[in-house]
Nanobody
Framework: HVQLVESGGGSVQAGGSLTLSCAVS???????IGWFRQAPGKEREGVAA???????NYADSVKGRFTIPQVKDKNALVLQMNDLKSEDTAMYYC?????????????????????RGQGTQVTVS
């Protein structure tokens, strides 16, 4: 039984920072793991991802502000978010898959990953 559990969301003022965490269990190896978000009334949007070789991709809207740190625990994922803006307000979801191709060519397919968590809310005012 694959389970992804996000944590770290909350409310912050514009310009502030938050760190999201995702704990993955029930899967021995994620070839592609990342974050997508969805704001009310908007489409799901890939935010950031990392593949099994440690290569990262970011949406243009978050480049230079969001970072996936390299961690030794392959069943954990962190998203460091700095200089948050009101447009970053959304529910953030962690997602993973055994297929590496989802991580190739950017973050457009991150919302399609097979396994996902329940989400954590980020509100920027």
């Amino acid at each position: 039984h694959v389970q992804l559990v996000e944590s770290g969301g909350g409310s912050v003022q514009a310009g502030g920072s938050l760190t999201l965490s995702c704990a993955v269990s029930g899967i021995t190896f994620s070839s592609c793991i990342g974050w997508f978000r969805q704001a009310p009334g908007k489409e799901r949007e890939g935010v950031a991802a990392i593949d099994s070789d440690g290569r990262t991709n970011y949406a243009d809207s978050v480049k230079g502000r969001f970072t996936i740190p390299q961690v030794k625990d392959k069943n954990a994922l962190v998203l460091q978010m700095n200089d948050l803006k009101s447009e970053d307000t959304a529910m953030y979801y962690c997602a993973s898959a055994k297929v590496a191709s989802y991580c190739h060519g950017g973050v457009s397919r991150i919302a399609e990953l097979a396994y996902r968590g329940q989400g954590t809310q980020v509100t920027v005012s």
